[in-house]
């Protein structure tokens, strides 16, 4: 079975600090998707990547950045972490053969920033 | 927006009884997901229906699509206490998933 593992179940940390989200995969997929969840909102795409080094702006990036030196490596970075950016993180991979694939998910980051 | 929309946001069914869930979208697709998601954890994929497929079984699941109305349904049959969990319906955009903001089942035993 793909293994999605998320470095932290719970963080706490404060406004203005640098966040790391770490997040490797097992299965040697091309693709790495971080989201984010939010009650009543469903989950929102912050950044994915489709290789190594690459990466590509989701639907929410702002405040984000991300990086991805090792193909089952992929981090999210909150470079000045603020109290709206509380939320659940959940990071997901994806193989990259012909036609869409499912997506398989880490068990989340619930992130407090106070 | 792109994304899908889940009826009812939330459910409640005694153990044995059968839940329907709906979605729906707005633009044409290739595909369309459904995952679960139990409390405190990740999204596990549950079947996935192409755009030229109509129904879709998977042991207590059936899935159904229907891209005139774009709308896809969601039918777990003799539900179970296990069974209680979000269920998201996504749909494939470029090389992205939009996902819906789910419908809450609860299943009493």
């Known amino acids: 079975d793909v293994k999605v593992t998320q470095s932290s179940r719970y963080l706490v940390k404060r406004t203005g600090e640098k966040v790391f989200l770490e997040c490797v995969q097992d299965m040697d997929h091309e693709n790495m998707f971080w989201y984010r969840q939010d009650p009543g909102l469903g989950l929102r795409l912050i950044y994915f990547s489709y290789d190594v080094k690459m990466k590509e702006k989701g639907d929410i990036p702002e405040g984000y950045s991300v990086s991805r030196e090792k193909k089952e490596r992929f981090s999210l970075i909150l470079e000045s972490a603020s109290t709206n950016q509380t939320s659940m993180y959940l990071c997901?991979?994806?193989?990259?053969?012909?036609?869409?694939?499912?997506?398989?998910f880490g068990d989340g980051t619930r992130l407090s920033i106070l | 927006s792109q994304q899908g929309e889940e009826d009812p946001q939330a459910l409640s069914i005694q153990e044995g009884e059968n839940a329907t869930m709906n979605c729906s979208y707005k633009?044409?697709?290739?595909?369309l997901q459904w995952y679960r998601q139990n409390s405190g954890r990740g999204l596990v994929h549950l079947i996935l229906i192409r755009s030229n497929e109509r129904e879709k079984h998977s042991g207590r699941l059936r899935v159904t699509l229907d891209t005139s109305k774009k709308s896809s349904s969601l039918l777990i049959t003799a539900s179970r206490a296990a069974d209680t969990a979000s269920y998201f319906c996504?749909?494939?955009?470029?090389?992205?998933?939009?996902f819906g903001a789910g419908t809450i089942l609860r299943v009493k035993s």
């Open positions: 633009t044409s697709i290739n595909n």
């Open positions: 997901a991979s994806s193989p990259r053969t012909g036609g869409f694939q499912p997506q398989h």
């Open positions: 996504a749909t494939e955009h470029g090389n992205k998933l939009v």
